[in-house]
Structures are given as structure tokens and as C-alpha cells.
């Protein structure tokens, strides 16, 4: 029996806001298939039993962070016209999810999840420690070539290095009522590094008002897209 394969691949750039932030990863990818469902697109599905929607997250975001630039991939039996459908889209996005950008790339190219490089995160801070003092922490913490730390997963104590995890960090804004600082974190197959991680290995766990991923980097060379939506692109 000949089996007729998905006939577009399409890359959706979306924002998740306050009003969906403590949901998890798992409900997120419910909240999609709804979503998809309502607007009415073709989704291709697997040859599993049972079938499962061809949709896939970029990298998993960690309960309470927002964000306004993950990615994920969607694979459709029928070939659409990408503006009228990125407006189908935004129309059934619910509170907390914001439809950015939807490109369409080729069918043949890697996973998602295996092109996914770093995380850059904005993360908002009470002003508990003074500017000289930060700077003192974020240099002392890049200069170290090694930061031990544990972590308890599945009841099992995990000790790994934080280091290697972090790819660089600065001190992003400044003013007597707010910190904010910048991370570029490692976010692959291999590991990931978590934004409260670093918080703690800098001593600032405490006073931690927001996190927020700003977006993810790719593999180099950056996958240029055969088409995008008008009008949905910002920033």
C-alpha cells in the first residue's frame, strides 16, 4: 500500500504570556492540538497507533517562565497559503498564547528539536545587592572554570557541572527599582541549563520577579525560509 506523505512543513514562532505560563509541557502540546483542531488546518499524522498530530516544540520551557519566541513544527496533508492560515491561527489562540510568525520549510530538513542550540532568557530581579557587587558575581562566575552543583531529579541526587552550561551572561538593565540580567544558555540534545540554576549559582534566588525567554538559537547555517506570513512578524 503506497503511503502519502505530509505535503508542507510549517514553523510557527509564538509567544507564551502570563495567562498560560504555569501550565506544563505536556498540556501545552493539548492546548495546541485544539488549537490547530478549531482553525481548522490538516494536520498529517503518525502511522502509530493511535495516531498522534505530526507537531513538535522546539525545546520544552520550564513551568512559570514566559516567553515570545519558541518554535515549533507542524506537518499538513494539504498545502496552504501561509497569510490566511497564520490568521486562522492567531484568531483561535487563547489568552496567553500569541501567534508571531509562521514560516514554511522544507520537508526534507532536520528535526527541530536536533537544530536547537541556546536559550536566551531575560530575567527581571529586585535590586538586592549593589551594581558593583553584581558585576563582581557575573565576572567571578565567568572566569570559573569549574561550578559543581546537584540537583534532585526523579529522587535521585544529580551532580553535574554548571559551567560548561552557560555560554555567556550579562547585566542587561539597571535602575534603583529593577535588575535585569541576560543569559545565553546551552539547550541541545545533550544538556540543558536551566535560568534558576544560574540564579542560585549566583547567589540571587532570592527577589526573583520574572523569567523570560527571549528566543532560541539555531544551528548555524540558519535555515532560510521558503515564505513567511505578512504582517505577523515583530520586534
Known amino acids: 500500500m503506497l503511503t502519502v506523505g505530509p505535503k508542507q512543513r510549517l514553523r510557527i514562532t509564538f509567544g507564551r504570556g502570563e495567562d498560560v505560563k504555569y501550565i506544563t509541557h505536556l498540556d501545552l502540546m493539548r492546548l495546541w492540538e485544539r488549537l490547530l483542531r478549531r482553525a481548522g488546518l490538516p494536520v498529517s499524522h503518525s502511522v502509530s497507533q493511535p495516531p498522534r498530530p505530526r507537531l513538535a516544540l522546539a525545546a520544552p520551557l520550564a513551568v512559570g517562565v514566559t516567553s515570545e519566541g ?50 536566551e532568557y531575560e530575567v527581571a530581579l529586585e535590586p538586592v545587592i549593589a551594581r558593583e557587587e553584581m558585576q563582581q558575581r557575573l565576572s567571578a562566575f565567568l572566569s570559573a572554570t569549574s561550578l559543581p552543583r546537584q540537583r534532585l531529579r526523579d529522587k535521585e541526587i544529580r551532580r553535574y557541572d554548571l559551567r560548561p552550561l552557560v555560554d555567556s551572561l550579562w547585566l542587561a538593565g539597571w535602575s534603583k527599582d529593577e535588575v535585569r540580567l541576560g543569559m545565553r544558555l546551552q539547550t541541545d540534545e545533550q544538556a540543558t541549563g536551566r535560568p534558576d540554576e544560574v540564579l542560585a549559582g549566583l547567589g540571587l534566588s532570592e527577589g526573583v520577579r520574572s523569567i523570560h525567554r527571549v528566543k532560541l538559537l539555531l544551528a548555524a547555517p540558519v535555515l532560510k525560509p521558503q515564505r513567511a506570513a505578512h504582517g505577523l512578524r515583530h520586534g
Request: overall charge negative.
Open 70 to 119: 519558541e518554535l515549533m513544527e507542524v506537518f499538513l496533508d494539504t498545502r496552504l497559503p501561509l497569510a490566511p492560515l497564520a490568521r486562522r491561527l492567531a484568531a483561535e489562540c487563547p489568552a496567553g498564547i500569541t501567534v508571531r510568525e509562521v514560516q514554511e520549510i522544507g520537508l526534507g530538513l532536520p528535526s527541530l528539536q536536533s537544530l536547537v542550540r541556546f536559550s
